[in-house]
């Protein structure tokens, strides 16, 4: 009794309030093979990733939720852009015998419209195992949608009454909107219900194996690593706002070719040639796995020169930098770099702004980098006394880069166009 006691406030010291945290968990909170077909979710020892080309289905038909509960190791609740990362990496087992082939690196969507215009032959054998953001609808949240909450919003289906980019959650990425979008039938699905234009999709990572070379087939008992891509401003958001809600819920997917007849649709069907991954629920293999680095800031900042010391030792090691300095030499010194949320050693990472301008119509363009777990807006001035907000879409048209487009005129232009525009970071 005694013993449990002190294990238990040992456990509570343990959660990272503030400062670095470094999870190693190797279970799951949850894992679901999404696929409509699973009549017992949860409760599945394996799950697969494939491909559909049938046009009543998704065409990232199976897909794999996999999700972490973090509150207990990691304090929720904080701003999100206090959670600063260092490595975010899932891990899976592949559970079947050399079912498919090793590719490690991406497809593009014109490699799987087989007899469509712009089909490209894929270069290298294989298909890539991604991993994705999870979206959910239907009402669900990361909170709500279970192991085995219903797959989509037909209380029972069959082949032929389920349609298409409905399952209940999904594979997503962000948009150029910067919204987590759906990417179940981005290669070019088409059907009644589905005339979208097919779009190319940006995985937040491809698994890597050491135990088949490129083009080989991977036997059993592999594992796939996914080592998210922290370079992306919007990744590392999701991340953020994933451990301040204490829950993080990624997807496996791929368009692996699965053991079916390709009925009036594109790819490569009628070869099974998929993954299978051990579940929670097997005992034979080992379980997803998540390693998680990273640092809680807060406020504390025993040497008040405005640095916070979980940001001082986050990036130097200590708490001997100086707000004035700029070790990485790119202009902006550490002050700045804390506030703008960039990187005070690495010189690629800065506020800058790329370009502004005004186009034919007079409508202010601003083009400037971002980071993670920060909003923007952008305001405008004729004299740059008085400012209001401009009115217009933020979208992000390359990683890292914001582009503020104003809609509606607030400032006419003069002639020549002349005005002041400023971009507030929260
Ligand atoms: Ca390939
Ligand atoms: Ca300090
Ligand atoms: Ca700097
Ligand atoms: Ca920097």
Not at 128 to 149: H, K, Q, V
Not at 355 to 371: C, H, I, L
Request: include cysteine; hydrophobic fraction near 40%; charged fraction near 20%.
């Amino acid at each position: 009794m005694r013993w449990s006691a002190f294990l238990l406030c040992l456990l509570v010291a343990l959660r990272a309030l503030g400062g670095e945290f470094g999870l190693r968990i190797g279970q799951p909170t949850l894992d679901r093979w999404m696929y409509p077909f699973d009549f017992e979710p949860g409760n599945r020892v394996t799950a697969s990733t494939f491909a559909s080309f049938d046009s009543r289905f998704d065409t990232r038909d199976a897909q794999f939720l996999l999700g972490w509960d973090t509150a207990a190791l990691v304090a929720p609740k904080a701003a999100p852009a206090r959670y600063l990362l260092r490595r975010v990496r899932v891990s899976v087992t592949v559970s079947r015998d050399k079912t498919f082939f090793y590719d490690p690196t991406y497809d593009s969507y014109v490699t799987y419209m087989t007899n469509q215009p712009g089909y490209v032959v894929d270069g290298d054998l294989g298909r890539p195992i991604e991993l994705y953001g999870a979206g959910f609808r239907g009402g669900f949240t990361a909170e709500t949608f279970l192991e085995n909450s219903a797959y989509g919003p037909l209380n029972a289906f069959t082949s032929s009454n389920i349609s298409i980019a409905t399952r209940n959650a999904f594979a997503a990425q962000f948009d150029a909107r910067g919204e987590l979008i759906d990417l179940a039938n981005h290669v070019g699905q088409a059907n009644a219900t589905w005339t979208n234009a097919p779009f190319e999709a940006r995985p937040w990572a491809v698994g890597q194996t050491t135990n088949a070379a490129p083009g080989e087939l991977v036997p059993e008992d592999s594992v796939l690593t996914f080592e998210l891509d922290l370079t992306d401003p919007l990744v590392v958001g999701y991340v953020q706002g994933a451990l301040a809600n204490g829950r993080l819920r990624f997807f496996i997917s791929s368009l692996s070719p699965a053991q079916q007849a390709t009925v009036g649709g594109t790819g490569n069907g009628g070869f099974g040639s998929y993954p299978l991954y051990a579940n929670k629920e097997n005992a034979l293999y080992d379980p997803p796995k998540l390693e998680l680095d990273g640092a809680l800031i807060t406020d504390e900042d025993s040497d008040t020169d405005g640095l916070p010391d979980d940001w001082e030792r986050f990036y130097f090691g200590d708490i001997t930098a100086t707000p004035e300095a700029d070790p990485d030499g790119d202009g902006a010194d550490n002050r700045r770099e804390y506030a703008t949320g960039t990187q005070p050693l690495a010189a690629a990472s800065a506020f800058r702004l790329l370009a502004s301008t005004f186009d034919a119509d007079g409508q202010v363009q601003v083009r400037f980098t971002t980071a993670p777990g920060r909003t923007y807006r952008v305001e405008v001035s004729a004299d740059q006394q008085n400012w209001s907000p401009a009115q217009g879409q933020l979208t992000y048209p390359a990683t890292g880069v914001a582009e503020f487009t104003e809609q509606r005129l607030n400032l006419p232009p003069a002639v020549p166009p002349f005005g002041f525009c400023r971009v507030v970071i929260e």
